[in-house]
């Protein structure tokens, strides 16, 4: 192991001899006097898209199924959704979201018109057998979606289809969700779904990765059209928040050319954009499996989820010259472990996988970062939230799981809300070669009242880290544990063993002084600490 000192948020702090008998490999500080600002809840939001098994039969599994459901919305997601407080969620894409026509999916459900899914043409999806996986039946359209939302007490954040359908659609998908009970024919044909009731939709995506499947343009080319699109809609009294397609990854120059372009003719147009979407995703095929990946693929796989870091630093500095007083926010609406498909899962479950204890440390590392960069970051997505990709639950017919992934979300949701505060974690950097110089411990703190939430990933895969923790000028008067670990690196829950992995919840730790905490190998931790 190597002892030297790494600092993770910029504070140069030498790593102190531990004051204990016991011998600390490092130190957490937390620094009350340095608020980062509020953690969005939106932070912890969800992404359902017209994929693989998302929707189909992810959520909906229809109100004649013998899976228990709530008007055709499978009803163990609600239940699992409440308990994490999910605060918002994406749809109906993803790519699906630039070729859907959203009349598709409103009126009675037996007249709807069954259109071909975006994504038949994959390959894998395509030898499997037809189904609504690849030719979508449109049984769950915009109300069926507002109800999902409504059910897990979330909010809805649509994405409007930029590359083929025009702008005119977009204003009146507006209208169909957001005009008053009555007022417009859109509003009656809501009515006639079951909503009289507008569903209040604040969350507009303008488009999806528009710089690919959402129409291949430039930076420059969209943000002319992101102009046309958002400049004259209808608001109903609403705050609406655009959210702009953004770059993938580290495409830099979408992030400059987009906003050099959008505010050329005037700066007033930043009041337009609520935040500026940034996907990324870790993985592919030299970090293996999801379920059988090497040690050296352990650590690769965590040292490419931390890239989230500089890509959330580079596009804000890029963003913050046009933008000084970066009105706009980071929007990260697509973001996780994406591995190859598990043929074990039904077949027409495109990207379907069960995620590991290794999902959870790169859920864990990403939620952290979000955390500490709370001031640029308004929202963000996993993706996605059931059957696809960084799932949080698998789904197949009457079998219904959680996943790690899962259990980080409902470790983490006590952040919601709460201030973020700035934290320096001092310790060993790992020494792998595939590790890249990843931390060994990573994490965030956040203060509500007079409960301090630390969350904290130890990516060593051997080691326990014992760690000094002091909260400066506050005194810990009682503090409580919630660990999800494993002994196996590639523990995972399946369909037939639901309880592979599940977290240790509120542990007693000793607040003996100095406050010393052994973070077990390979886990993800949070520690509630009860201040003076
Ligand atoms: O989440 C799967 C796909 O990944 C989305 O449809 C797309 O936006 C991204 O490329």
Redesign the pocket.
């Known amino acids: 192991m190597n002892r030297r000192n790494f600092l993770l948020s910029g504070l140069a702090l030498p790593l102190l001899a531990p004051r204990s008998g016991l011998c600390a490999s490092g130190r957490i500080d937390i620094l009350p006097d340095e608020p980062i600002g509020k953690i969005a809840p939106t932070i912890y939001g969800h992404?359902t898209?017209h994929?693989g098994g998302v929707i189909y039969d992810g959520v909906w599994v229809g109100e004649k199924s013998k899976v228990p459901n709530v008007g055709g919305i499978r009803k163990a997601l609600v239940d699992k959704l409440r308990q994490i407080q999910a605060p918002v969620i994406r749809w109906p894409?993803?790519?699906?979201a630039d070729s859907y026509d959203w009349r598709d999916g409103v009126g009675p459900r037996d007249k709807r018109p069954t259109r071909t899914n975006f994504w038949a043409n994959t390959p894998y999806l395509w030898k499997g057998p037809n189904g609504p996986q690849k030719y979508e039946p449109n049984a769950f359209g915009t109300n069926e979606f507002a109800h999902f939302c409504q059910l897990a007490g979330a909010q809805p954040y649509m994405a409007g289809d930029l590359r083929s359908l025009p702008a005119r659609d977009f204003y009146q998908w507006i209208a169909y969700c957001n005009s008053p009970a009555g007022s417009t024919s859109l509003a009656k044909l809501r009515a006639e779904g079951g909503s009289a009731q507008p569903f209040d939709v604040h969350y507009w995506g303008v488009g999806?990765?528009s710089w690919?499947?959402g129409g291949n343009f430039t930076g420059d080319e969209y943000a002319v059209e992101f102009r046309r699109y958002t400049t004259w809609v209808p608001r109903y009294g609403l705050d609406l928040h655009f959210v702009a397609s953004g770059p993938n990854g580290n495409d830099y120059s979408w992030t400059e050319s987009f906003f050099r372009k959008v505010t050329e003719k005037g700066p007033r147009e930043l009041g337009n954009i609520f935040g500026l979407a940034l996907?990324y995703?870790c993985g592919g095929p030299n970090n293996g499996l999801a379920d059988k990946f090497s040690v050296d693929q352990w650590y690769s796989q965590l040292a490419d989820a931390v890239v989230m870091e500089d890509l959330v630093h580079n596009h804000w500095r890029i963003m913050g010259q046009t933008d000084k007083k970066h009105e706009v926010k980071l929007v990260v609406d697509?973001w996780g472990s994406w591995h190859k498909t598990d043929p074990s899962i039904a077949p027409n479950y495109l990207?379907g996988y069960y995620p590991s204890l290794r999902d959870a440390l790169v859920s864990g590392l990403t939620l952290d970062i979000f955390n500490r960069n709370a001031d640029k970051i308004a929202m963000a997505n996993d993706?996605?939230l059931i059957n696809?990709?960084n799932a949080l639950f698998i789904g197949v017919e009457d079998k219904f799981i959680v996943t790690p992934n899962f259990y980080v979300f409902d470790m983490y949701k006590a952040h919601q809300g709460a201030t973020s505060l700035r934290t320096v974690i001092s310790g060993p950097i790992l020494e792998q070669k595939s590790a890249r110089g990843l931390a060994a411990l990573a994490g965030s703190a956040s203060l509500r009242g007079k409960r301090c939430t630390l969350t904290v990933t130890n990516a060593d895969a051997q080691n326990p880290q014992q760690i000094e923790i002091a909260i400066r000028g506050r005194q810990v008067t009682g503090a409580k544990a919630t660990v999800l670990t494993s002994k196996d690196i590639h523990a995972h829950n399946t369909l037939d063993q639901p309880t592979g992995i599940e977290p240790v919840r509120n542990q007693n730790v000793s607040i003996a002084s100095p406050l010393t905490y052994s973070f077990a190998p390979a886990s993800v931790t949070r520690l509630d600490l009860d201040l003076a």
């Open positions: 992404f898209e994929i894409g993803g790519c699906f999806n990765e690919g499947c996907h995703y697509e990207f993706a996605q696809n990709i």
